[in-house]
């Protein structure tokens, strides 16, 4: 096993440390890659990352929070030498913990476990409050959620959920890194197409379509449409 | 009043945005508007024909932007508006011979002179596009009632968006109330609901836009037309004027409802 990625368990949970050299998507790719490799250790766990000192974005951090969520596992505390990591976990209400010490020493993060907490986690995704028009498209690895129409020949990708408060007319893609969990909500959905994981719908011409919120999801191998409730 | 720059654009080829440029710029000139038409299609210039003004091209916009000719002497006079301009664009050349800057500082020099600036933009959404949107105060948007121009425009909402500029307000051009009302054709409020932008004008279907444009006589200097009555409208909105929409015999019903889409915030 290569060594730009450690796992370790530990009281907390499983701590993973990041070599500080590699381009940030790699580890990234990788550690999904180890996580899939291993999901009987991974299952639900509390995950506390030790990032050194690389200096993490707020967008960057988002993306390897999501890729964690959407396995289930739950980033609580980010392990830092640099400041500007720890004002992405500030940014994304995770737990940061400024550290010098070196990568593989043990994590000095107090422990909490006497009271359970009052915020929920919450997940990460991009919020776009205008009307998608043709030809535009929002790409995220989280969810999505638009406050607008999505018209026809818009696209959105994204690797969680998509929540559109207005019209889908334009094409819609959840949990487009394979996640059949995830779905579509819209006020009113009549997407030219609609995709979840690698499922594929196309929504059935009807004359007297009435716009009604509508949850889109997969059950039995194959995209359901259903009343929101 | 302060100069405003206006560009008609369309996303789609052949919804009427020369005859729109044009006609608003007679509309324009005879309110007593001091104005220059810019024929921003590069390489397939037409706008100059429309008016009537082919004969009198010397210069172009390209031989301004590469220093063979003034501005002025580009700016080719109306024969009976005096206070109308037009810079004709290149034949010979492409869109890739102007770029926005050019544009804009073209636009700039005009600003102290003249009362508006009309940019008659090519179809598409490349650089002649970009071009001609680059130094807008206002955008006009024309579309006729139909799917694919509709869908055109509302792609061309989004582009103008994505460059922080303003919302267009729409010219919903060639309509059939006829065919409307037969349930045929998309109706004002059908285009309206799909784009959500305000509208400036409808103009009705017209024989005689073609001949007059043949003719290089602007539907409007013919006081008997109701398309050039509507381009009339257009103009007066256009400078600030609150024009209500008529519910005439041609739009029927149908004019009469529509005026909340005109009204409200923009």
């Known amino acids: 096993m290569n060594e730009r990625v450690s796992i370790k368990g530990f009281r907390d949970g499983v701590l993973i440390a990041l070599d500080s050299g590699e381009s940030w998507q790699t580890l990234v790719d990788d550690l999904a890659h180890r996580i899939e490799g291993q999901a009987t250790f991974f299952a639900g766990a ?5 990032v050194g000192s690389r200096p993490v974005t707020r967008h960057e951090l988002s993306s390897i929070k999501a890729m964690l969520e959407r396995r289930g596992l ?13 004002d992405s ?45 043709g030809g535009r498209t929002v790409k995220s690895q989280g969810h999505v959620v638009i406050f607008g129409d999505v018209n026809p020949g818009a696209e959105i990708i994204a690797g969680g959920d998509v929540v559109v408060w207005g019209r889908v007319r334009g094409i819609v893609h959840a949990g487009a890194d394979g996640d059949e969990s995830a779905v579509v909500c819209a006020l009113d959905m009549m997407p030219t197409q609609l995709r979840i994981a690698g499922f ?3 929504a059935p011409v009807d004359k007297r379509h009435k716009a009604r919120p509508e949850m889109a999801l997969i059950r039995a191998r194959q995209i359901i449409v259903e009343a929101w409730k | 009043m302060a100069c405003k720059v206006v560009t008609i654009t369309s996303g789609k080829g052949g919804v009427g945005k020369t005859t729109t440029t044009a006609n608003l710029g007679i509309a324009l000139a005879s309110l007593d508007k001091k104005l220059v038409l810019i024929d921003a299609d590069i390489g397939l210039r037409n706008l100059d024909i429309v008016m009537g003004l082919e004969s009198r091209i010397v210069y172009d916009l390209v031989d301004v932007i590469e220093g063979r000719a003034k501005l002025r002497q580009a700016m080719i006079r109306h024969k009976q508006f005096t206070n109308l301009f037009l810079i004709p664009a290149a034949q010979s050349r492409d869109k890739t011979a102007v770029s926005p800057a050019d544009m804009i500082q073209i636009t700039d020099e005009l600003r102290a002179e003249f009362d508006f600036v009309l940019i008659d933009s090519p179809a598409g959404i490349e650089r002649g596009f970009r071009n001609a949107v680059a130094p807008a105060d206002e955008v006009l948007l024309v579309t006729n009632p139909e799917v694919s121009a509709v869908r055109d425009a509302d792609r061309i909402i989004g582009l103008l968006e994505a460059e922080k500029k303003p919302t267009p307000r729409l010219i919903l051009n060639r309509l059939k109330s006829d065919m409307v009302r037969k349930g045929e054709m998309m109706s004002p409020e059908d285009v309206v609901d799909m784009l959500s932008i305000k509208l400036i004008g409808i103009v009705p279907e017209d024989d005689g836009v073609v001949s ?19 381009y009339k409208e257009i103009a007066r909105r256009l400078t600030g004027e609150d024009v209500p929409f008529r519910s005439g015999d041609d739009g029927g019903g149908l004019l009469k409802r529509l005026g909340r889409l005109f009204g409200g915030k923009s």
């Open chain 1, 89 to 133: 976990a500030g940014a994304l209400d995770i737990r940061g913990n400024l550290t010098y010490l070196p990568n593989n020493a043990h994590p000095s993060a107090p422990t909490e476990e006497m009271a359970i907490p009052s915020e929920e986690d919450g997940s990460s995704g991009v919020m776009i409050r205008k009307t998608l028009r």
């Open chain 1, 200 to 202: 594929i719908s196309v």
């Open chain 2, 212 to 230: 007059s444009s043949n003719a290089g006589q602007p539907i409007v200097l013919n006081e008997a037309s109701k398309a050039g009555a509507a």
């Open chain 1, 46 to 50: 509390r995950i506390t990352l030790d």
């Open chain 1, 74 to 86: 739950t980033l609580i505390n980010v392990l830092t030498e640099s400041k500007t990591t720890l």
